[in-house]
Nanobody
Framework: QVQLVESGGGLVQPGGSLRLSCAATGTIFSINTMGWYRQAPGKERGLVARITRSGTTNYADSVKGRFTISRDNGKNTIYLQMNSLKPEDTAVYYC?????????WGQGTQVTVSS
């Protein structure tokens, strides 16, 4: 069974930075994509950024140039460096692991951007 454990959320002022981490444990197939999604109150969950095992990335337009996703394949861990945070980035951030036949979600971590 795969488990995803997120960390790094919190409260930050507008313009500040946070770094999220997500570690995957269990039996993980080598062909996979990992990513970050977020859900604000009253809104649907949507993609923030994702990265393939080979390092190909894609981002939501709203975070391009501010957020950077990276991964450490040896640790089955991904990171999300979030800079120039805005109040509209406030949401619960979820980690996701996509394999060929399965998908797994983390429990989520709250990010609040407020002065």
């Amino acid at each position: 069974q795969v488990q995803l454990v997120e960390s790094g959320g919190g409260l930050v002022q507008p313009g500040g930075s946070l770094r999220l981490s997500c570690a995957a444990t269990g039996t993980i197939f080598s062909i996979n994509t990992m990513g970050w999604y977020r859900q604000a109150p009253g809104k649907e969950r949507g993609l923030v950024a994702r990265i393939t095992r080979s390092g190909t990335t894609n981002y939501a337009d709203s975070v391009k140039g501010r957020f950077t996703i990276s991964r450490d394949n040896g640790k089955n861990t991904i990171y999300l460096q979030m800079n120039s945070l805005k109040p509209e980035d406030t949401a619960v951030y979820y980690c996701k692991l996509d394999e060929v036949l399965s998908a797994y979600w983390g429990q989520g971590t709250q990010v609040t951007v407020s002065s």
